[in-house]
């Protein structure tokens, strides 16, 4: 898709909607300002609750492999993207893949199989050597929700299941909390339903207006390809390194 677009001149954006949230836009700045120093360890878990009793799920692209589904792809994407947002490119991946909750209804009600997963563990490291680690599980009776926690050489951010940032410096013994500025979007996009996307629309025409390259693209999304695709690969064969960039990013 990449080479079909750049071949004829096409505009293209990718929809990682995740790097447009308050709280991801402003780690953003703090990284790029120095805050963290040299990264060490990433971790981001998600952990979602099915209580039992409920009925099953409903057979949908999600859970439906040949569609596309599986939450390392519809989740996990977004996660991948944002580490390499942050931080640059990964140079390994493996993980391991399951479906917990199997049982789904098809369209007429009867019972029928997801092919997808619904729970997942990525581990990898990126060029400079940091440890990254992505667990989601979707299947669980009961979910503590989002944690994200990046740890380097001279600070440390935190992001709790409330979506609020508390940091730590080369001389905190304990994480205080931040304010998180609002975003500011370009006009059209803040006054859109849902300025996140809003803003990715912007970007889609000011690459076609003006012939300029916008982020993120669909060489952003061939970056996470490549990494998802390392963590089915290293599910049988174990750590597996990302094959070398077809271009510079």
């Known amino acids: 898709m990449l080479d079909a677009a750049e071949r004829n001149r096409v505009a293209h954006i990718s929809a990682f909607t995740m790097r447009f949230f308050p709280h991801t836009m402003h780690i953003k700045r703090l990284v790029d300002e120095g805050f963290v120093g040299e990264v060490r360890h990433i971790s981001i878990e998600q952990w979602a609750g099915w209580p039992a009793g409920m009925p099953p799920r409903p057979r949908t692209w999600l859970n439906d492999a040949e569609l596309g589904g599986g939450y390392l792809g519809a989740m996990g994407s977004h996660y991948i993207d944002l580490v390499r947002y942050w931080f640059g490119e990964w140079a390994t991946a493996t993980g391991q893949l399951r479906t917990w909750n199997p049982d789904v209804l098809d369209e007429q009600g009867q019972l029928t199989k997801a092919?997808?997963?619904?729970?997942?563990?990525?581990?990898?490291?990126?060029?400079?050597?940091?440890?990254?680690?992505?667990?989601?599980?979707?299947?669980?009776?009961?979910?503590?929700?989002?944690?994200?926690?990046?740890?380097?050489?001279?600070?440390?951010?935190?992001v709790d299941n409330d979506l609020k940032i508390r940091v730590a410096g080369p001389h905190d013994r304990d994480l205080q909390p931040i304010d998180i500025p609002d975003p500011v979007f370009?006009?059209?996009?803040?006054?859109?339903?849902?300025?996140?996307?809003?803003?990715?629309?912007?970007?889609?025409?000011?690459?076609?207006?003006?012939?300029?390259?916008?982020?993120?693209?669909?060489?952003?999304?061939?970056?996470?390809?490549?990494?998802?695709?390392?963590?089915?690969?290293?599910?049988?064969?174990?750590?597996?390194?990302?094959?070398?960039?077809?271009?510079?990013?």
């Open 186 to 249: 370009p006009e059209m996009a803040a006054r859109s339903a849902v300025p996140r996307f809003g803003l990715l629309v912007h970007k889609l025409i000011n690459a076609i207006e003006t012939g300029t390259p916008e982020h993120p693209n669909l060489l952003d999304a061939l970056r996470c390809q490549e990494v998802i695709d390392a963590v089915h690969r290293g599910q049988s064969t174990g750590l597996a390194p990302i094959r070398a960039p077809l271009r510079a990013p």
């Open 115 to 158: 092919t997808a997963d619904d729970g997942f563990a990525v581990l990898g490291t990126l060029e400079n050597g940091a440890i990254v680690t992505i667990q989601l599980g979707f299947g669980n009776r009961a979910g503590t929700g989002f944690q994200l926690e990046i740890y380097g050489s001279a600070g440390s951010i935190v």
